[in-house]
Each structure stands twice: as structure tokens, then as C-alpha cells.
């Protein structure tokens, strides 16, 4: 199946060239992007022109930061186009809900991906909870904006959702793994000065379960969840990709390379299926956290 890129930048290039590139199921048959490209690819600066100059491309893949990409996956609904979409799935929760029903009309897909679900050792962390009675839980996400969003203004600008831009990947796995729901009781949020979204961010959900989510961490970088049980510890390390059970690792490798080529897998079945995947329990809980959250003031920010 043909599918167009939108938005070639930093995870464009990263992963989604390469994992197009390694599967079976696609052929990147366009760019759309106002300065990026792919080389051998044709390209197109425009995306109104895109779908007018190439019909037979039937999905179209949005790599665009949230802010601005709604309009492009109204604008591929509306063209007939089944669509993709990087996390998170929109700037606002409303405008996804829009997408649904667009696509739910038009009897197309629709993909919210989650990439940090499809790590090596989330479905397998899912089955050894299935089970169990989860007593507590606790999640530590901690990461270098400078190294992972160099120069990236959108992520501090309204919209762009700051340090919750990777929070959200550790409450996918989350969501994802735990056996029940749960939702947020308390939230403390600390913004830059000179920032119009958070750097930093502890919660406090039902059920004993807790998350510390911080920008500003250099060296080592520490992307782990902690699930406790009657029957055990349950440690997710690595975002997802190594998992131990009581310290004794039982699951995994620590590379994130499975995630994309899993995504665009995913996406190929749901297009031949004429189905769609939207779960926004992930976002539900950032805009729970934004709503809730007491909101404390720290030193300015620069990149
Ligand atoms: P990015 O490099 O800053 O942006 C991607 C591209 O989108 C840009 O190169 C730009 O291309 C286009 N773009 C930016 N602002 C736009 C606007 N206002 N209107 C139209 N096009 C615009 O961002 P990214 O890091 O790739 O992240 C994009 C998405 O992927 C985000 O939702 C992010 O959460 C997700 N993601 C990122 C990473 C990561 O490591 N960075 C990892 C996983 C997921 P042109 O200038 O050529 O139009």
C-alpha cells in the first residue's frame, strides 16, 4: 500500500523512514512537508496539492507536532484518505473526537498510535497482570529535553503539552498494562518562567498509584515503571522494553527499534480491515492533569 509522510522532522526521519522502508505492507509514495524531504521520494510542500496530484495514495501518515495537526487530518478524512497519527493523537481531546466520527462516517481508518505500547516488554508485563491485584504502582520518567527536543520551541509553547510530550508514552504503558482504570486525584505542575507548558510534573491517581515525570534530567536518562503485587514486584525498565519480575529480568531488549515497524504493521491490518484504533484514556489523564494540577513557577527555561 501507498502512504505519504506529513511533517518531516526529527521522528519522521528517526523511525517512520526506516520502518516504511523495512516493512512488507508499505511504499512511502510522498512527502508533504514545508522544508523537509526524503531523498528519491517525490515531495510536496503543500498538502492540499498532495491530495489533489495523487488520488491513489490512500493513507497519509501525520508526523506534524499536535497543534497544527488536526487541519491536516481533517483535510485527509475529508480527501477519502485513511490517516496515521504520531502521539498525541491532538492538541485537544474534542478535536479527536471529531476525527472519530469523520472517519466513522466515511468508513476510514483512523490510527491513534501509541509507540511506547509496542515495546518489547509492555504485552508481556499486560499478561503477568492480568491476574493480579495491582496495590500500588509508581512511575519515574525522567529525560533531557535538550537531548531529545533540541531546539523544539512547540513543546513549551500552549498546545505542545511540555514535559507531558513524554509523560504521556509512560501513561500509554501504563493504561495499557493495568488491569483497571484509574484516575488522577492530585497534580503538581511546575512551569518556567518564561514557558507556557510545564517542565515537570508529579500525580497522584486512585488506587496508590503515582507518577514523577522531569525534563531537566542530564546524564542517565530513567524511564521506569514499578507495579507491586501480593504475588510480586513487577519492574518495567528502558520505556517499556525490559521487564523483571522481583529483580530477575524475564522479558525484552533494551532497543526501541520493534516500535515503529510494529505501528505501521498495526495500521496495514486496520486499513484491510476498514477498522480504527482510537484509545484516549493516555490523553485523558494529561488534560486531567492540566485541569487539576496546582501550578507552581521555576526558573526560566532555555534551550
Ligand atoms: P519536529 O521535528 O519539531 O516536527 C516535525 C515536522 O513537522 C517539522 O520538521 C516541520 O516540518 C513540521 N511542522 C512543525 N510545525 C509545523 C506547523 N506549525 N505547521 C506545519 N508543519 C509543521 O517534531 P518531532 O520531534 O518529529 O515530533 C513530531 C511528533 O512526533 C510529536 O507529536 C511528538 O510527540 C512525536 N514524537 C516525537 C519523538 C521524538 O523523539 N522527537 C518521539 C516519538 C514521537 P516542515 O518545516 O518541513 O513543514
Known sequence: MKVALVGIGKIALDQHVPAIAASPDWDLAATVSRNGAVAGVESFQDFATFLAARPEIGVVS??????????????ALKAGRHVMLEKPPGATLAEVHALQTLAAERGLTLYATWHSRMAHAVAPAKAWLADKTVTSAHITWREDVRKWHPG?????????MGVFDPGINALSILTEILPAPLHLTKAHLEFPANCETPIAAQLT???QVSADFDWRQTGPQTWDITVDTPQGKLDLRMGGNVLEIDGTARAGQNTIMGEYPALYARMAELVKARHSDVDLAPMVHVADAMTLGLRRQTDPFHF
Open 152 to 160: 523544539q520551541d512547540w513543546v513549551f509553547k500552549a498546545g505542545g
Open 62 to 75: 501525520l508526523c506534524l507536532p499536535p497543534l497544527p495537526r488536526f487541519d491536516y487530518a481533517e483535510a
Open 205 to 207: 491517581f486512585s488506587g
